[in-house]
């Protein structure tokens, strides 16, 4: 990969289907043969929760549940992605199940000067219960973390003190620069299935957090 490619942002991806690879040579008055290629996808390690008790799940397909949000400049909106007509905004148009999801801005990119939480409703984790595993399926496109930052928590409710980060966003700006004449492709992440184990907050009352800032570009 170039320098900023951005294999990591297949994390937790399904690996099936059809891959592709595309080669683009920026660079004139030379040439070169692709002599072999491979892909190595790292083995599963989700938990095996089959047959767990569930004590809280939502689609978003009846509604917010329970979930509500807060901040400046905060767009978060429930519904299906509209398309984006630009040449540097990756196309979000599906939610992981169904036709909803939450996003900052349904039709447009996230706010700039913004700082957005995303928080579920109180759920109750029993006490003396381990393993706990709280799931979540995301797809995003950021800029640089260098300017602009997103990341999943999970805490006692109304305590960040406890706060766990679950996912943060450490990578460069997610487009890319190709060609000759140049061409401008955006690239995401997602939809993803993360797992995490929370069995920390065994006993508690926890919320799980998701926070955007922006900075003013």
């Known amino acids: 990969p170039e ?20 080669l683009f040579d920026d660079a004139t008055d030379d040439g070169g043969t692709l002599n072999s290629w491979s892909l190595d996808i790292l083995e599963d390690n989700t938990p095996d929760v089959s047959g ?10 009846s509604g917010a549940a329970g ?15 509209a398309t984006i007509a630009t040449t540097t905004v990756a196309g979000f148009t599906t939610a992981n199940s169904g036709v909803n999801c939450w996003k900052t801005d349904l039709d ?5 000067s913004s700082d957005q939480t995303l928080q579920s ?10 393993p706990l595993w709280l799931s979540w399926a995301m797809k995003y496109q950021m800029e640089s973390a260098t300017f602009d930052n997103f990341k999943v928590t999970v ?7 406890s706060a766990k980060t679950l996912f943060e966003w450490l990578g460069a700006t997610q487009t890319a620069t190709v060609g000759n004449p140049s061409l401008g492709i955006p690239q995401s992440a997602g939809w993803g299935t993360w797992f995490a184990d929370v069995s920390s907050f065994a ?3 926890i919320e799980f957090l998701v926070r955007l800032t922006s900075e003013t570009s």
Request: aromatic share 12%; hydrophobic share 35%.
């Open 108 to 112: 447009n990119t996230y706010n700039i």
């Open 52 to 61: 767990a008790n569930i004590l809280f799940t939502t689609d978003f397909e």
């Open 203 to 205: 006993g508690q009352n």
């Open 121 to 130: 409703p109180s759920i109750a984790l029993p006490a003396g219960s381990s």
């Open 3 to 22: 320098f900023a490619g951005k294999l990591n942002q297949f994390k937790n991806m399904n690996g099936g289907g059809t891959w592709t690879l595309t």
């Open 67 to 81: 979930f509500t949000h807060s901040g400046t400049a905060d767009e978060w909106e429930l519904g299906t992605p």
């Open 155 to 161: 805490q006692q409710v109304g305590n960040p003190a």
